[in-house]
């Protein structure tokens, strides 16, 4: 147990350091980072603990500071944080863009350690029909994918696409299966993972989509002034927020952390829009559904997580099919068996006291590491950022270890697999909004749905 503990401990500061900073940087979208950077942890053979710490940490640090950009610069941190977007905007006109980010990061912090005990009842309260529930895998993943499809921006197209998405999967994997004796998993994860990055390379290539890419000068951004409005190292974040504000955070982390089927972008808005609409004054209105809103993608990601782990041990949910699949199916190390529904992953490997504790140490970690930064560095690292960091590096940096990730798979066809996929996936995303979620599950629904339809 100590040294469980230790690991968990260790990884947790890994993964809250790198993706505190990786938070800062615009755009960094959290499947396209987090699940690369997870798998690798995974494949290298920490111990369980070590990686749900690693995970845990690195999601809770990243939703702190992907509020920085956000707030103090107008850019979206990442896909969470489009929701905060607007109401960030109308407080930066209002010249306080520093409280926006205080109630943000705030709210997140209190929401994260809400989320990880009320996800571990919930999934509690769900494992006694877990078999049932596992029985009935093919069926529930072709529900969920429909379900995820239609509650994403791109809804009916979302739902059509699923279909010929499916069957790309079911003939690519038939063919690897015939050239390599054995199909493919993490090749076909990190082409849905990378898709858009992949789509924009191409179009890049092409003249006709290379003016779509095309601006006519640099991006220009107006950093808001730094400005302290407390004493001592750091305030306390129960006291940034008054008492309605709260309220209104902490029932929105319990509510969506129960509903971890639903897409976590949705429950954000929905949250916001909730707790907005009953609050009369503008600027409190505001200030509240920023810490709702942050608040709301802390618990989701949380809960999304947790509870398939706990209870099911199949990624059902568009977290877990998502950001956290890694934590479910990552061979040789994970598996989830796709003909009899057994797996070998956290789900088998951590007990439910596991996941409280090392979930609350992760959460301890991520906020003792990217809080005080967030609350008082923010104005210096987000200008040293945006002069200093190439977005292409990230990206460079990302692509090698993609590649190697590939290779050491199903070497060169495994890479053409990913590219294959990334493609289709990335114009399906860019086209008809149909988000990696949607195909993360349509990929689950093509190995585990198509073969129970066939043996009917």
């Excluded at 004054?281 to 999304?304: C, D, F, K, P, Q």
């Excluded at 509870?307 to 040789?332: H, K, Q, R, T």
Aim: charged share 10%; net charge neutral; with cysteine.
């Amino acid at each position: 147990m100590i040294e469980a503990f230790l690991w968990a401990l260790g990884m947790g500061l890994v993964g809250a350091v790198v993706f505190a900073a990786i938070g800062l940087v615009s755009g960094t979208d959290e499947t396209a980072v987090v699940a690369p950077l997870t798998l690798l942890v995974v494949l290298l053979g920490v111990p369980a603990a070590g990686v749900f710490s690693f995970f845990l940490a690195a999601v809770v640090a990243k939703h702190i500071t992907h509020a920085i950009p956000t707030t103090l610069l107008g850019i979206p941190g990442d896909t969470m944080a489009v929701p905060m977007l607007a109401d960030a905007q109308q407080l930066r006109e209002l010249g306080v863009p520093h409280i926006a980010l205080r109630k943000a990061i705030s709210g997140g912090v209190i929401s994260a350690f809400i989320a990880v005990p009320f996800a571990v009842l919930f999934a509690t309260l769900l494992s006694p029909i877990a078999d049932e529930i596992g029985d009935a895998a093919p069926w529930i993943f072709a529900g969920a994918a429909l379900l995820i499809a239609f509650t994403s921006k791109g809804r009916w197209a979302a739902m059509a696409a699923l279909f010929p998405f499916v069957l790309l999967v079911v003939g690519v994997n038939m063919f690897v299966t015939q050239q390599l004796g054995h199909g493919l998993s993490i090749s076909f994860f990190l082409g849905i993972a990378t898709g858009p990055l992949i789509a924009d390379l191409f179009l890049s290539m092409s003249p006709a989509g290379r003016k779509t890419l095309e601006r006519s000068k640099p991006s220009e951004f107006d950093l808001a002034p730094d400005v302290r409005t407390w004493k001592g190292r750091m305030p306390n974040p129960l006291k940034v927020l008054d008492r309605k504000q709260l309220s209104y955070t902490s029932g929105a982390a319990v509510v969506s952390s129960a509903t971890f089927v639903f897409s976590p972008v949705a429950m954000t808005v929905m949250m916001g829009e909730f707790a907005g609409s009953r609050i009369k004054n503008g600027y409190h209105r505001l200030t509240t559904m920023m810490s709702v809103r942050n608040g709301t993608t802390e618990s989701t990601y949380i809960a999304e997580t947790l509870i398939p782990l706990i209870a099911l041990g199949l990624p059902l949910s568009p977290m877990a099919a998502g950001p956290a699949a890694p934590l479910f199916n990552a061979p040789p190390e994970y598996t989830v068996n796709t003909e009899t529904g057994e797996t070998h992953n956290l789900h088998d490997l951590l007990t439910t006291w596991e996941f409280l504790v090392f979930g609350l140490l992760a959460v301890a970690i991520a906020s003792l590491v990217a809080y005080p930064f967030a609350m008082t560095n923010a104005h210096r690292a987000a200008s040293w950022v945006m002069r200093n960091v190439s977005h292409e590096a990230i990206i460079g940096a990302f692509a090698g270890l993609i590649l190697v990730i590939c290779i050491y798979e199903g070497g060169l066809l495994a890479v053409l697999v990913t590219v294959t996929v990334g493609l289709i996936g990335g114009l399906m995303n860019r086209l008809l909004g149909v988000h990696s979620g949607v195909q993360f599950m349509g990929y689950y629904a093509a190995v585990l749905t198509v073969p129970a339809i066939l043996a009917l």
